[in-house]
Each structure stands twice: as C-alpha cells, then as structure tokens.
T-cell receptor
Framework: DAGVIQSPRHEVTEMGQEVTLRCKPISGHDYLFWYRQTMMRGLELLIY????????DSGMPEDRFSAKMPNASFSTLKIQPSEPRDSAVYFC??????????????FGPGTRLTVL | GENVEQHPSTLSVQEGDSAVIKCTYSDSASNYFPWYKQELGKRPQLIIDIRSNVGEKKDQRIAVTLNKTAKHFSLHITETQPEDSAVYFC???????????FGKGTRLSVIA
C-alpha cells in the first residue's frame, strides 16, 4: 500500500476563495482523521470518521470548515471562504481501529495551505 | 475529556547526551501512551508506545516510562544523534473508541 495520500501538497490561495483538500486513507482502515498543525496550537484534531460516518466534528473551528467522506477511499476537507488565519499544514491520518490495539495512526504527507 | 501537557516545548542537547521529554495527562482512564516523531517537513510517525500494564519499555536508544499514580510518562533518548532532531509528540487515550489526544510537541535539536 502506498500509505495515506493527500493532495495537493501545497496550496496558495487568496482570502475568500474556496479550498478543498483531499485524502485517500490506507485500504482497509476504518478510521480517518483530519488534523491541523500550527506552531501555536500543535496538532489539532478537526474531525474523524468511522466507516465513512463523521463521529466527532467538535474540533472544526468554524462553519467555514466542512468535511465529507463519500466512500471508504476518499475524504475531503473544505474551507469556504478561506481566511489568512487558516494558513497551516493539514494532515489526514487513518487507522485500522480505535481501541487499545491496532490503533496506530498513519499520517499522510500533509497539505501546506497558505491563504494570502 | 483528556488533556495532555508536554514539556519542554524546545530542547537542545549536545550529540551523545541524553534527552528527556515529559508529559502529564488528566484522565485516569487513559491506558495507552504513544510517541510520534516528526522530522522537519515530514509527517508524524509512531516510534514507540506503552500501555498501562507496564512501567517501562525500551527500543534500542529510546525508552518510555509510565507512572500511572502520578499520571505522567516520559520519553528518554540516550546517546543522541543529529538524526534524532525532530518534533516529538506524546499522546494518550483510553481503551474505548476515543481518539488520541496529543501534546503540543517538543522540538529537539541535537547539536553536533
């Protein structure tokens, strides 16, 4: 398996534009996570899915953020409209399970988002 | 919910010296404590973990210790090398279907 795949790797956009980040988890993994990483806040969990169903989106900062997982092999994180403070590295991760075992999270390479 | 505090936020050591990173957690139900390493410009990757039925675990130059009574756990790196330079994240969770809660990370610099 190629691991978790994210696209694009870098995104530069202007304030007010819509941004869509994409993720393909490892095949067979039941859990998918979206994180945002900044120097100030570290790794923040935004939302996670189990079998394509969103379980907890309490980390989504505002209504401008939305995430979907239409099938087991694809998820998107959308920001509309984008703002400069959204600039960060966004990671997608997946894991086989969430209990005490088989819960290692495999991270994608991340998308570095810059909003001008 | 769980809260994980990590210290220090930055750490510089001379090559060959030891480095220790400490984390505390708040939820006594937590019983799984992994450590992730993130090299510059790369993704976080699991390097070692410990479950609450053991107090210490070693893997070559790295070791983790856990004190459940005090609710803290630590990462120890001995004989540090330049390739150990990275950001290290601790995390904690319980045995249920709850996600990991990460600390804010420690930036370790190993000076040659």
């Amino acid at each position: 398996d190629a691991g978790v795949i994210q696209s694009p790797r870098h995104e530069v956009t202007e304030m007010g534009q819509e941004v869509t980040l994409r993720c393909k988890p490892i095949s067979g993994h039941d859990y998918l996570f979206w994180y945002r990483q900044t120097m100030m806040r570290g790794l923040e969990l935004l939302i996670y899915f189990n079998n394509n169903v969103p379980i907890d989106d309490s980390g989504m900062p505002e209504d401008r953020f939305s995430a979907k997982m239409p099938n087991a092999s694809f998820s998107t994180l959308k920001i509309q409209p984008s703002e400069p403070r959204d600039s960060a590295v966004y990671f997608c991760a997946s894991s086989l399970a969430l209990g005490l075992y088989y819960n290692e999270q495999f991270f994608g390479p991340g998308t570095r988002l810059t909003v001008l | 919910g769980e809260n994980v505090e990590q210290h220090p936020s930055t750490l510089s050591v001379q090559e060959g010296d030891s480095a220790v990173i400490k984390c505390t957690y708040s939820d006594s139900a937590s019983n799984y404590f992994p450590w992730y390493k993130q090299e510059l410009g790369k993704r976080p990757q699991l390097i070692i973990d410990i479950r609450s039925n053991v107090g210490e675990k070693k893997d070559q130059r790295i070791a983790v210790t856990l004190n459940k009574t005090a609710k803290h756990f630590s990462l120890h790196i001995t004989e540090t090398q330049p390739e150990d330079s990275a950001v290290y994240f601790c995390a904690a969770k319980d045995s249920g279907n709850t996600p990991l809660v990460f600390g804010k990370g420690t930036r370790l610099s190993v000076i040659a």
